[in-house]
């Protein structure tokens, strides 16, 4: 697949819907003719995209694709939830210090519902299934909301929140006062808590710095681990794909994505643009009234309840939306030049199953 | 219960890219044609209302940008800090509770901060009133963030009240909770594409709001293909020659897109217990007031 250009890792990035996922399929099943062990890493597949790759039962596990290929391709859908216990449980230094972790009632939002969090644990799994060395290709379909930020800074984010040092200056006496109130601590710590309570509460803080207390210890690991997947987003056998279709607002997003990658110093490895609208017109033939009336008459189609007026109309609507589609792929070929640019067109149908997906594999270059 | 267009509050829900500022823009629109006064708060990273309308952006001011129909941007940094300085009175105390790495740690960590002072900053406007006595507006309209399931952000106030009790946030995250529970006062509608994702996430984010019970406003189905030509005609003019390809090709998409769009709105009617209102795809070259115009009468039957 020439988007893949011989990467081990693919991260199909762009806004929602635009047919990320689609893409993503359609990219390891091409790398899977091709010979290549594949897998397919999706967070929100479409259902019957899902029924058709056989991701409908499935946990957090990878499974293996029923089809006939030189190669292997397999799918997988991410639980966040179930991903970040796991991977607590793996840096933990004892089951006790895990199911404290697990128990806290901060522990949970913070996992699912902190920026990046979702972001961070699909790279995070992109890396632990990389290093298994049971796959050749891994691509990653990101998940629906993610904006470009998110995505690069996810691991400088998580580790923002868990670094124990800023906690320990704001929260570490809050500790110590216990149930004396926050009224007895000293200045100017205790300012800036009390300030803060005002807002949420004292007990959301003492909850903050009881999960804070839980997490001792496993910092460094997560530091580490957070490093290798900073690392991996920039190394060059990672490759994003921007997906996006010639909406002017996706491919707002797939720019914006492409400045935040190239400020990273990241090269964008290709960009896709799904559901461009070919012009009929290319296919000559009358497109004005008369001319259509004309034609119809030739044809010996009797013009019935203004035929040749709808047929008109419908031209030139699909006229439109060709010449809009064409102008945005334009200006994104011109805006991201020397970055390979794939089209897909609209198909008449919705792409659910391994066939369309393979008709999708064939406009991005594949044998 | 009253009409949507009689409500205090109107949230426009959705998947990303369904339309949802243009929905939004179009139901301020038609509230305003009626003499209501209405503000838009856009609470996305970037303002769109004020440019449909070929207006500059409004930014964090109320702007106007037609008779009775004003915009504003609700920006999380402003919010907080607007709200902070309403509770604690003083710029410096905020400068030193808000602005050092301990705090942007909490603020990183405590649940979704922003969407609460956001929320909290659009249920200000929704309760102001003027000297009178008065409601300041006759209706908000509320553009929903595009979270993945869209419902992210209405449930703020429960998922914050549940890890915190107490506080002057959490009594205006009551009060907040109680306007977006109650039909009286507030509609939630949902925006959708006929096409899969879309459908999909509309339906379940339908079912997650009934469950929590949010007064259901009615579900926009927008960009719609309605049928033109009968399987017969498709068939003749596909098999009309050379001179009706091209013709014979564009009729045959739209029918196409068509039945999708039929299938999808059957999918929907089925599972959705909303009002469901068609907005026409609109062949626009550039989509602008002329456009929100149109999609304003498109669903004014329905508020």
């Known amino acids: ?367 | 219960m009253p009409a949507p267009v009689d409500r205090r509050l109107v949230v426009v829900t959705g998947k990303g890219g369904t339309g949802k500022s243009t929905i939004s823009a179009a139901v301020a629109l038609a509230a305003a044609r009626r003499g209501k006064k209405v503000l838009v708060c856009e609470v996305v990273a970037k303002e769109r209302v004020a440019d449909l309308f070929g207006r500059p952006p409004s930014g964090t001011e109320i702007r106007q940008l037609l008779p009775n129909l004003y915009s504003v941007h609700v920006r999380p940094r402003e919010a907080m800090r607007e709200y902070a300085l309403m509770i604690l009175k003083y710029e410096t105390l905020y400068r030193l509770a808000f602005e050092n790495a301990a705090a942007r740690y909490f603020l990183a960590a405590a649940p979704s901060l922003a969407e609460i002072v956001m929320l909290g900053k659009v249920f200000w406007h929704a309760a102001r009133e003027t000297e009178r006595g008065r409601l300041r507006w006759d209706m908000v309209v509320l553009d929903a963030p595009a979270t993945g399931h869209g419902l992210t952000f209405l449930s703020v106030p429960e998922v914050f009240l549940r890890l915190v009790s107490e506080g002057p946030l959490a009594r205006d995250m009551r009060m907040m909770q109680a306007l977006l529970a109650d039909p009286e006062r507030c509609s939630i509608c949902i925006v959708t594409l006929p096409e899969e994702m879309p459908a999909n996430e509309a339906i379940e984010l339908d079912r997650a709001l009934r469950e929590r019970q949010f007064p259901a406003g009615p579900l926009f189905l927008n960009a719609v293909f309605e049928s033109r030509f009968s399987p017969q005609e498709i068939a003749a003019v596909t098999r009309g020659g050379p001179l009706l390809t091209a013709a014979g090709e564009a009729a045959d998409n739209h029918e196409s897109r068509a039945a999708l769009c039929r299938h999808y709105e059957g999918v929907l009617r089925d599972t959705v217990p909303r009002n469901l209102v068609k907005v026409p795809f609109l062949f626009e070259r550039s989509f602008g007031a002329h456009a929100i115009e149109k999609v304003s009468h498109a669903i004014e039957g329905a508020l």
């Open chain 1, 1 to 367: 697949m020439r988007p893949l250009d011989g990467r081990k890792i693919v991260c199909c990035v762009g806004s929602g819907g635009v047919g990320k996922t689609t893409t993503a399929a359609a990219l390891a099943l091409g790398a899977a003719m091709e010979g290549k062990r594949a897998l397919v890493l999706t967070i929100d597949p479409a259902r019957r995209l899902a029924n058709s790759l056989g991701l409908k039962a499935l946990g957090n596990a990878e499974t293996r694709i029923d089809l006939t290929a030189r190669g292997e391709m397999w799918a997988m859908m991410l639980n966040l939830k179930r991903s970040w216990d796991e991977l607590v449980r793996r840096n933990a230094r004892s089951a006790e210090q895990a199911q404290a972790i697990l128990d806290n009632k901060l522990y949970q939002t913070l996992s699912t519902a902190m920026a990046g969090s979702l972001e961070y644990i699909a790279m995070e799994k992109v890396l632990e299934l990389y290093s298994s060395g049971r796959f050749d290709v891994v691509v990653l379909d990101t998940p629906p909301t993610s904006n470009a930020l998110d995505f690069l800074h996810a691991p400088d984010r998580v580790l923002d929140v868990l670094d124990n040092n800023a906690m320990r200056i704001v929260l570490g006496p809050m500790l110590k006062a216990g149930k004396l109130g926050l009224r007895l601590l000293a200045a100017p710590s205790g300012l800036v808590l009390r300030t803060l309570a005002r807002f949420t509460g004292s007990d959301f803080l003492r909850d903050l710095a009881e999960f804070m207390m839980a997490f001792e210890g496993m910092y460094e690991g997560f530091k580490e681990r957070a490093a290798n997947v900073k690392a991996l987003l920039s190394s060059p056998q990672t490759g994003f794909v921007l997906v996006t279709s010639p909406n002017p607002l996706a491919t707002q997003e797939a720019l914006f994505f492409h400045r935040a990658l190239e400020r990273d110093g990241i090269r964008t490895a290709a960009v896709v643009v799904n559901r461009v609208q070919r012009d009929p017109r290319r296919h000559g033939g009358p497109d004005n009234l008369a001319a259509l009336e004309e034609a119809l008459q030739l044809a010996q189609i009797k013009d019935e309840n203004r035929l040749s007026e709808r047929l008109c109309e419908t031209l030139t609507e699909q006229a439109i939306l060709a010449d809009l589609d064409r102008r945005e792929v334009e200006r994104l070929r011109d805006m991201l030049r020397g970055v390979p640019l794939f089209t897909v067109p609209r198909l008449r149908k919705d792409v659910h199953d391994l066939a369309g997906l393979w008709q999708i594999g064939e406009y991005l270059g594949g044998d």
